[in-house]
Structures are given as structure tokens and as C-alpha cells.
């Protein structure tokens, strides 16, 4: 009796959410498009998307600390590791759309999504850790992309919930 | 996957990949186990030390069904544990450039054919021996680079010498690193530097000669801000003639005159001398004066000069008259630096209480006087005592991963044998025929051909036939215009071996395709003399082969079998290792055995009892040092194990601006790419960032040419002339008077302009000065 009553109300919950879900995947898909698009593979430290020496804009800080610029109309992502000094040794403008020889390489993209036990259990973490250590940037809060955005609101501790998917060696991750 | 695994499985999962951090993270050195715990996505991981530069950063390298799909800094490795830089992170694009050389070519009748392997090697080996046979045994030579991993120069080597019965070998080094190099061995009797990375995570005070360090080497670079972070009154002092990345890092910079940091460091001397700033009881024990022959010309094509390496022992007085001279007053005089600044800096080298690193790479190596201006530096950290100790000491910086392990260590320079030996020293020959178990008599004794004269003798048809390994001598040569016009009238066979159509691969007869990087099994040195291993992780394309096994083949087919026992890649590149190995152990050199790297991220030399070396030359750090002795400088041990103050005065540059050219030309890289672009111009995000190269000139001196941020300059030397965009307050800003140019664009070549002058000591060019005008194009 008590089972039913359980597997009803979840039937009515997953029910509700189904409409809504289906838009948070089609967003997560363009979302993961547009990163994909600025990365080599996935890990890769994405290319700047937008002009640096040619605007003026030298010190990354202004905007990619945590809370520097951080409005409704435009919210530029923290960075999710620590600051190693430099963001331009790593991180580097696209000055042209053009190649200097065709590139066969091919890439490594993890799963788009962590895979769950049950359809209640919370997912696994699908991609690398390394330098993405500051889960909030993308999955807690204003600044992350609703399609990520975790449900429950922030805890302080993800990763005794969430592990990791892939068994990678700890010098990797 | 792990949607359809059972609860059991799961739990089992996750406790390996905890077992595995653990591990991890107490062993930095179970690099092979990391195999056992391979996820299941089908990316299989394992450790490589980075392509590029002489850092050796650890790289961690995912493969999928046999391609490189992604990398990640190695948290493991202690070098840069988990930092790469955007070329680092680049890595996997290098090997998969649509126009991979996948088939050996043969230049028939002016045209590129494809043929199998064999015939190209027995192409290759027929023609050596022809040529041997009609011109004599010094009518060939080998040229590669220090990019050759330690199997490839240790092949190379072999077979020239031990085989041909040559010294001419020769490698790109001697562009890069050869003053370095000169400097060590006149200084300390010993190669390569006594401290290591651990000094930038310890110093007070960071001093950069003449070196782009957040820009070349980056990771490191990050180190010393790190440590600055950390601790926030250390200094950070940039010396250099151009406005860079590095500047805007530090806390000093002086802006000098191009050539004149002969000068400045006299000058810093002087002041730690005048103010009773000597250590003077390690002066006394552990040092040794000394004044050289002054007249020692530039080595320009049809000058003559008094042998460079002339030299006599003064004294602590003569070296304090010699000083006398050089007052911070004269040296603002000569270098435009204040002279206030010059005592500032000072004042950090001779203040006891702080530790000081000094750091340099192309700015002090090439340069007309660059080895006199590496014992400049080595003379403040021996007058202050501040070396071979935890923070404290001068470091020199390597741009190729191997230039250290290879070029320097194996010894693929013509006078170089491994383990430090020399060809013409009869006790060291007497080992080699020995080691290679050939007669005394057939290895020759004298030195043949450093890299410009090997060049030089190409262009003038006195060198017949010469093979080129992992590396563009056609974009790096100084002056090359003359090299192509007398190479193209004398037509020497040439044969090259790439991954890539490069502009060397243009004049060659013959072209084999290489196997790079993790294609194949080998070893590396970075500039800590770390020597690090790496496996082979997928195939080649198509006929690509590593270029030891074609040293080897070509060795072969000349009659030299007997050198190269090994069959498979895996026997060479172990054996040609450990057989290079013998040749260290007890020298003070002493590598790693094979085992010992396999299983660890690398170690620093010489390893004892399979224990490395942090601080050479300091008891209790270096196990050569024996008890009670303090320190050692047992490079020197005709001088007493004492390390060498030298009197080295300034000089002018042989060519300077005048008149008719009145702006400094100085070439030099970028972060983005490495050297002459081959592997990083073809990686999609890296050619995007920096797409073509640029002159970078001072705003005032843009003004006065009428040019903006983006206009074409023509910039024309006595020796040729090219078109540029402009850069004008861009990433680095030069002096007034003064223009910079990277050299990473085949099409676009700096060294058409610049001068073949060089370090008479060394043999390497300057590429960092001669004179030139501008023209609005």
C-alpha cells in the first residue's frame, strides 16, 4: 500500500516535469555545442571568445573573478580553477576563422550527461575534473547556465554525492 | 557503461578510483601503474614528458581506438604537477596535420616520387657510400636537433663516428644553447646547470637576463609567480632590451641598450665588490681568477681572430683593478639604464639575507659575447656565494625538449662524446673505441665542423652529402640567403627526415617520414638534467618511423650492422638507452637506468643507487661531494675544484645601427608557437591565436614612419629584406630604435635580414642583433 502511494506521487512528479525537462535538454545540447566550439577536445582550455589586445581588455580579472561582473544582463563565467598567474598562456584569442593546414585530429568529448543508478539518484560526474575543480561555476548559482544548473540549490560538498564516471588515473584527475 | 552496471560493480568503481587517488597522490613516481586503473570509456592514459620546450612538463596523454584524443597536465610530475601551457594543451593536433609525411619521397628529375622505405634507404646508403668513396670519409655529415630524443642522437653519433669514421655531427643546439654550454665548461669545468626547479619555489629574488620567461616558458614562469603569490616582498626583476609579458609580471625593469648587459653585469660586480658584499670565505676557498683573450673577433665570414680560448689565472686584485671601470655611473652610460637601478639590483645579489635565482636562455646565448656574458653571471652568485644551495643560483633555460639530454649530454656536437668526453682527448677516444668496440685509430681526433661551418661548407660544395633530423635549418640559419644561393649551385645530396614539408624538406633529394613523439618509445632531458621516459602509445602514419630505427637502417646498409645489435623499436630504444647509460655512470652524469625511469616521473642526474641529484657540487645534496669537503667543483679538478671568476670586458657588436640602418633587429618567439611553426602552425587553435608574424616597433618611432598598429613595413638589411604588418603597442613593446620579429612563418623569414656573427667561443650566432631600416610598404 505504501509502495503504490510512493510510485504514484513520483508518477505525478515526473509527469509534471516532463515538458520543462525537455527544454532544459534541448538547451543543454546548444549549450554543449557552443563549448565544444571553443575547445580542442574536451579538458582543452577554451579560446577567448572575444577581443583582448584589440579592446583594451588586458586583465582577464576585471571580469572572470567571482561576483566582478555579475548583472541580468550579462554575467561573465569565474573561472573554475585555481589563478595560475597568467589566464593568456593558456587561454588565447581567435584572430581569424582561417587554417594553416587541415587538422585530422580527433577529439575526446565525454558523455553529455552523467549516468544515474536510478532516475533519483544523483548522476555520476561525466567529464574530467582537472582545472574544473570549482563545480559552482557551472552547476550552482546566477552565473550557471539553467541547462546545468543543479536542482537542490548549492550544498557545500558535491563530490560525496556525485564521483566521477570515468576511472582515470589521479595524475590526470 | 555504468548505467546498466550492478550496485556491486558500482561500489567496486568507485573504491578503485579512490584506491587510485591515494596512491596517487602518496607516490609521485607509480607513473606504469597507472594502467591497471584505466576507465572504461575506452581512454587509455599513460605519462610523456611535453613535445616543446626544455621545461619537460609531465603531460598525462588519452588515447582512443589508436589516436591521441586529449591530454592533461601530469598531477604527478614535480616539474609542473598539472600545468601545461596552450601549446601543452595542444599536443594532440601536432600528429594529425592533414600533410603528414606518410611515404618516403625521392626528388627525380626536380619531382617528389613516392617509393617504398627499402628503396629509399638503399637510395640513401648507396649514395653516402659513393660519396665516401670518391670524395674521402668527412664528405658527409649529420645535423639534427635537440629535439632528437637521447636514442636518435645516441644512434647518430654511433654510426657517424664509430662508422663513417667522422666528427661531423653536428644539431640545432649549437643555435640555442651552445654558449650556454661554453659557459658552464669555462666557468665550472662541468655542463649544465648545479641547481634545479625546487630554487623557484625557494628564492627571494628572481632575476631575468634578457629572458621572456612568461612567454617561453611559461609553466615555470607560473612558478615563480606562485611563489611570489606566496610571499609577497619577493622581486621580480626583468633585464632586457623589449617590454614583454614577463615586464608586466615583475617588480624592476631595466631597459637596456642591445650588447651592453656586459656592462650592467660588470657593473653589478663592481658594486658588490665595492660595498664588501663578498662572500669572501667561499671566494677564497672555491674560486679561481682568470683573464682570457680579448681579441677574439665575431666570426664573420673571411676575418681571422686570436684563439678564443686563451687564457691566464689572476688574482682577486687584478679582478678588482679590472672592475674599476665598470661604476654604475659608466654603465648608465653605456647601457642607458639608470644607474640608481643598476644599484638596486646590486643591492639584492650582495644583500645575505636573500636568496637569488638569476635566469637567462636566448638573450644571453645568442649573442656575439654570449659566453663571455654567461660567466658574467655565474661571476655575481660565486662572489656572493649564493649557489648550488636550496634558492640560490643562476639557471640557464632550454628551449627543445633535448637539448640538455641529447645535444649536451649524449654529446651530438662535433667535439662531443657522452658523459662529458671530448674527441681530442686521447684517454676519452681510447674509451669510445672501447664502448663500441672499434679501433682507436678510426676515430679521428680533432673536431670538424661546428653548425655554421658545417652550413658554410654545404653552400661552398666542400660537404658532399648530409642527413637532417627534427629539424628546419631553413628557417634557422642566420643569413640565409647566401646558404640558399651556394647550396642550390653546388647541389650537396641532402636528406632529410620530418613529419611535415618543411622549407629544409624543400632542398632535399631524398625525404623519410618520422615518427614523433608518443608514435615511438624514448627518452628526453629538460633543463633540471631530469631525463624522463616515455612508451609508445599508437602507430605512426603510414611508413613513419622513429629517426633512430632509419639511423640505423641507413647504418645497415653501409656495413655498420654490427653497431646496432637491436631488432625490434622496443630493443633499440631500451638499448641504444642502456648502452648510452655505461657511458655516464661515474662521471658525475650518471642517468637513470632504463627500469628506474619507466616507473618514475623522471629523475635528476646523477642518480646514485637510484636516488636523484637536487644541488650539484654541495655536500649532503651531491653524492660526488665527499664528506667534509663542503663544496666541490670537481669539473675542475686541475684547478682545484674551484670554480672560475672571469674578467670579461665589454665589446661592441660587430654590426650596430648607423646611418643607413639605424633600428636593432631582434628575432626571437612567441607563446603560441614553437620555434619554426611546423608542428604548432598546423593545430587549428594555435594558428588562429597567432596566424602570421609582425615587426614590432616603438610607438615613437611608428609615428615618425607614418605608420599605425597593422600597416605594412618593409624592414631591410644589408643582407635582404621583408614585409611585415606593424605591431604597435602590442603583446611586447621594443625600445626606441629598436624592432622585433618572431621567426615562427616559414614564408615570412626573419633570417633573411640577420648577420652569421657569432660567439667565437660557442660558435652560436646572434640572432638578437644587427641593423636595419624601415620603409612604409
Known amino acids: 500500500m505504501m509502495t503504490l502511494a510512493v510510485l504514484a506521487i513520483l508518477g505525478v512528479l515526473l509527469a509534471g516535469c516532463s515538458s520543462a525537462s525537455a527544454e532544459k535538454e534541448s538547451s543543454r545540447a546548444e549549450l554543449l555545442a557552443a563549448r565544444r566550439a571553443l575547445r580542442a577536445y574536451d579538458g582543452a582550455p577554451p579560446v577567448i571568445p572575444h577581443g583582448v589586445e584589440s579592446l583594451g581588455r588586458t586583465d582577464c580579472s576585471n571580469c572572470h573573478e567571482p561576483g566582478a561582473l555579475d548583472n541580468a544582463d550579462r554575467i561573465a563565467l569565474p573561472r573554475s580553477h585555481p589563478a595560475w598567474g597568467d589566464c593568456r598562456q593558456c587561454h588565447v584569442e581567435r584572430k581569424t576563422e582561417k587554417v594553416f593546414v587541415e587538422n585530422e585530429v580527433s577529439p575526446l568529448w565525454w558523455p553529455v550527461r552523467g549516468a544515474r543508478q536510478t532516475s533519483i539518484s544523483p548522476p555520476l560526474i561525466p567529464h574530467h575534473i582537472q582545472n574544473r575543480e570549482n563545480c559552482a561555476i557551472c552547476h550552482i548559482g546566477a552565473q550557471a547556465p539553467a541547462a546545468l544548473r543543479a536542482a537542490h540549490g548549492y550544498r557545500p560538498e558535491c563530490r560525496q554525492c556525485h564521483v566521477a564516471m570515468q576511472r582515470t588515473p589521479a595524475a590526470v584527475d | ?777
Not at chain 2, 596523454?61 to 601551457?85: F, S, T
Not at chain 2, 633543463?527 to 622513429?546: D, H, I, L
Open chain 2, 1 to 777: 557503461m555504468a548505467t546498466r552496471e550492478s550496485r556491486r560493480e558500482f561500489l567496486k568503481r568507485t573504491a578503485a578510483a579512490w584506491s587510485a587517488a591515494v596512491l596517487g597522490g602518496l607516490s609521485a613516481s607509480c607513473g606504469s601503474e597507472v594502467s591497471a586503473i584505466l576507465d572504461d570509456e575506452g581512454v587509455v592514459w599513460d605519462k610523456a614528458p611535453c613535445r616543446f620546450c626544455g621545461t619537460g612538463c609531465g603531460v598525462m596523454v588519452g588515447v582512443r581506438n589508436g589516436k591521441v584524443v586529449a591530454v592533461a597536465g601530469d598531477r604527478q610530475n614535480p616539474v609542473n604537477l598539472g600545468l601545461l601551457c596552450v601549446k601543452g594543451y595542444h599536443l594532440p593536433g601536432i600528429l594529425y596535420g592533414k600533410d603528414r609525411l606518410r611515404k618516403p619521397l625521392v626528388r627525380r628529375n626536380g619531382k617528389l616520387e613516392e617509393v617504398s622505405m627499402d628503396e629509399a634507404l638503399d637510395l640513401v646508403a648507396s649514395k653516402f657510400k659513393q660519396l665516401v668513396a670518391e670524395h674521402g670519409k668527412e664528405a658527409i655529415a649529420v645535423y639534427g636537433s635537440g629535439q632528437w630524443t637521447i636514442q636518435d642522437g645516441y644512434a647518430a653519433s654511433k654510426w657517424i663516428r664509430a662508422g663513417v669514421g667522422n666528427n661531423n655531427i653536428e644539431a640545432n643546439a649549437r643555435l640555442c644553447m651552445a654558449s650556454a654550454v661554453t659557459g658552464f665548461l669555462t666557468t665550472f669545468g662541468k655542463d649544465e646547470p648545479m641547481g634545479c626547479y625546487d630554487d623557484l619555489d625557494l628564492a627571494d629574488v628572481f632575476v631575468f637576463w634578457g629572458n621572456n620567461m612568461a612567454e617561453m616558458h611559461p609553466v615555470l614562469f607560473s612558478r615563480v609567480r606562485a611563489r611570489k603569490e606566496k610571499v609577497p616582498q619577493v622581486v621580480l626583476v626583468d633585464i632586457a632590451t623589449r617590454r614583454t609579458r614577463t615586464t608586466e609580471g615583475s617588480d624592476l625593469y631595466l631597459e637596456f641598450k642591445p650588447h651592453t648587459d656586459l656592462v650592467i653585469a660588470n657593473a653589478i660586480a663592481h658594486e658588490i665588490v665595492a660595498n664588501g658584499w663578498v662572500d669572501e670565505e667561499f671566494v677564497r676557498r672555491h674560486c679561481v681568477f682568470k683573464r682570457g683573450e680579448e681579441n677574439i673577433g665575431y666570426g664573420l665570414r673571411g676575418t681571422s681572430a686570436a684563439n678564443p680560448m686563451r687564457n691566464e689565472i689572476t688574482s682577486f686584485d687584478a679582478y678588482r683593478r679590472f672592475l674599476e671601470k665598470y661604476t654604475p655611473e659608466y654603465a648608465e652610460k653605456v647601457s642607458g639604464v639608470p644607474a640608481g637601478k643598476i644599484r638596486q639590483v646590486a643591492a639584492l645579489y650582495g644583500d645575505p639575507n636573500k636568496k637569488v635565482v638569476s635566469l637567462w636562455c636566448m638573450g644571453t646565448n645568442q649573442h656575439t659575447r654570449g659566453t663571455w656574458m654567461n660567466n658574467l653571471i655565474y661571476n655575481i652568485h660565486l662572489l656572493t656565494g649564493k649557489i648550488s644551495e636550496p634558492g640560490n643560483g643562476p639557471f640557464s633555460l632550454t628551449g627543445q625538449p633535448s637539448a640538455c639530454g641529447t645535444v649536451r649530454e649524449v654529446g651530438t656536437l662535433t667535439h662531443a662524446l657522452p658523459g662529458g668526453r671530448r674527441v681530442d682527448n686521447p684517454e676519452h677516444r681510447a674509451f669510445a673505441a672501447k664502448m663500441w668496440d672499434v679501433p682507436v685509430e678510426s676515430l679521428p681526433a680533432k673536431p670538424s665542423m661546428h653548425t655554421i661551418a658545417m652550413f658554410r661548407n654545404l653552400a661552398t660544395g666542400k660537404l658532399k652529402g648530409i642527413i637532417i633530423q627534427v629539424t628546419n635549418p631553413m628557417v634557422t640559419l642566420p643569413d640565409l640567403n647566401w646558404f640558399k644561393k651556394g647550396i642550390a649551385e653546388h647541389k650537396p645530396f641532402i636528406v632529410v627526415c620530418d613529419a611535415y614539408p618543411t622549407a629544409t624538406s624543400e632542398i632535399a633529394d631524398v625525404i623519410l617520414p618520422a615518427a614523433m613523439w608518443v608514435e615511438r618509445e624514448a627518452c628526453f632531458g629538460n633543463s633540471e638534467r631530469r631525463t624522463q621516459q616515455w612508451n609508445k602509445m599508437v602507430e605512426p602514419p603510414g611508413e613513419a618511423k622513429p629517426d633512430s630505427w632509419i639511423t640505423i637502417e641507413i647504418a645497415r646498409r653501409m656495413g655498420y650492422g654490427k653497431l646496432f645489435p637491436w631488432k625490434t623499436e622496443e630493443e633499440q630504444a631500451r638499448g641504444l638507452y642502456e648502452e648510452y647509460r655505461k657511458w655516464t655512470l661515474g662521471t658525475g652524469k650518471d642517468v637513470a637506468s632504463y627500469n628506474d625511469l619507466k616507473r618514475s616521473r623522471g629523475l635528476r642526474w646523477p642518480v646514485i643507487d637510484g636516488r636523484e641529484t637536487r644541488w650539484r657540487y654541495r655536500e649532503g645534496y651531491d653524492p660526488y661531494v665527499k664528506p667534509g669537503e663542503g663544496i666541490s667543483f670537481y669539473g675542475n679538478k686541475k684547478l682545484g675544484n674551484r670554480a672560475v671568476i672571469w674578467q670579461r670586458p665589454y665589446q661592441p657588436p660587430p654590426e650596430s645601427p648607423d646611418e643607413e640602418y639605424p633600428f636593432w633587429l631582434t628575432t626571437g618567439r612567441v607563446l603560441e608557437h614553437w620555434h619554426t611553426g611546423t608542428m604548432t602552425r598546423r593545430v587549428k587553435e594555435l594558428y588562429q591565436a597567432m596566424p602570421e608574424p609582425f615587426v614590432e616597433i616603438h610607438p615613437e618611432d611608428a609615428r615618425e614612419l607614418g605608420v599605425s598598429d597593422g600597416a605594412l613595413v618593409k624592414v631591410v638589411s644589408r643582407r635582404g629584406e621583408l614585409t611585415l604588418k606593424a605591431s604597435v603597442r602590442g603583446r611586447g613593446v621594443p625600445q626606441k630604435g629598436q624592432v622585433f620579429i618572431p621567426f615562427f612563418d616559414e614564408s615570412k623569414l626573419p633570417n633573411l635580414l640577420t648577420l652569421d656573427a657569432h660567439c667565437p667561443i660557442s660558435k652560436q650566432p646572434d640572432y638578437k642583433k644587427c641593423a636595419v631600416r624601415l620603409e612604409k610598404a
